[in-house]
């Protein structure tokens, strides 16, 4: 199985929801349109406040980020999120990540462990991810 884990963003819906919470940023709403567009089995959104959330979870808003966590707080965040996955029992093979360094500093190397981690936007800035993610979605209509 390969999945996508996305993270989330910085404005957000200010009402209980699922995903839409995250809607109001761009770059989310791109990066689950090339996303869903992919070949991945599902995709998950990685939380500062939650750890891992399903597509279909009801949240409550928050106002929180790894970016402004210290590194221990990002360990425990990060062991957090090993144990969802692990309590998924999906049979992982790949994990892709769509999210900045913050939200997978820590989590890969435990994920390493018999799961292939892959940053297919690694090194590229917000700039560079909605451009790339413009480009490849007009490529798309372009084809159609």
Do not use: H
């Not at 404005?11 to 989310?28: I, P």
């Not at 939650?50 to 790894?66: A, R, S, W």
């Amino acid at each position: 199985m390969k999945i996508a884990l996305i993270s989330c963003t910085k404005l957000k819906a200010d009402y209980n929801c699922t995903r839409e919470m995250y809607q109001e940023s761009t770059l989310f709403k791109k990066a689950v349109k090339y996303i869903e567009q992919q070949d991945y089995d599902d995709w998950y959104v990685l939380s500062a406040k939650y750890g891992l959330i399903k597509q279909n979870d009801v949240i409550e808003p928050y106002d929180l980020t790894l970016n402004n966590m210290k590194a221990t707080e990002r360990i425990k965040w990060s062991e957090l999120v090993f144990k969802q996955v692990g309590d998924l029992q999906l049979g992982l093979k790949q994990i892709d990540f769509y999210s900045g360094v913050n939200y997978r500093e820590y989590l890969i190397p435990v994920l390493k462990e018999g799961i292939i981690c892959n940053v297919p936007l690694q090194g590229k800035g917000i700039g560079e991810q909605l451009q790339f993610y413009t480009l490849i979605q007009s490529n798309t209509i372009d084809k159609e």
